[in-house]
């Protein structure tokens, strides 16, 4: 399982760290993970405009399961503009960590 808590990868340059988790995103199918999960400013990779909705509509194409916080979208008021991937409660993202054998954080 992957979770990603950020819309960039890295600390620094921000237009970089951006880059960088787009690339981390194309090559994540190598990994095939079962599951991706995005929480805090992660979900806005989900929302309309965002140069990593293709990448993750590729990953739900696979049959890798794309989750983003609920609560997380409301906060940034994305909830009306997400485009890929199912809206989830901590329950779930907990449950997920704990069955999952190995979590890989971003």
């Not at 690339?23 to 190598?30: A, G, M, Q, R």
């Not at 309309?48 to 983003?68: I, Y």
Request: net charge negative; with cysteine; charged share 20%.
């Amino acid at each position: 399982m992957v979770l990603i808590s950020s819309d960039r990868l890295g600390h620094g340059d921000d237009e970089l760290g951006r880059r960088l988790l787009v690339n981390f995103l194309k090559t994540l199918p190598e990994m095939a993970p079962w599951r991706l999960i995005l929480v805090n400013n992660g979900v806005k990779l989900t929302a309309e405009g965002s140069p990593a909705v293709p990448l993750l509509l590729d990953l739900v194409t696979v049959g890798v399961s794309v989750l983003a916080c609920s609560t997380c979208l409301d906060h940034f008021g994305l909830s009306d503009k997400q485009k890929v991937g199912e809206a989830t409660n901590m329950v779930d993202i907990v449950t997920s960590m704990q069955v999952a054998e190995k979590v890989i954080t971003i």
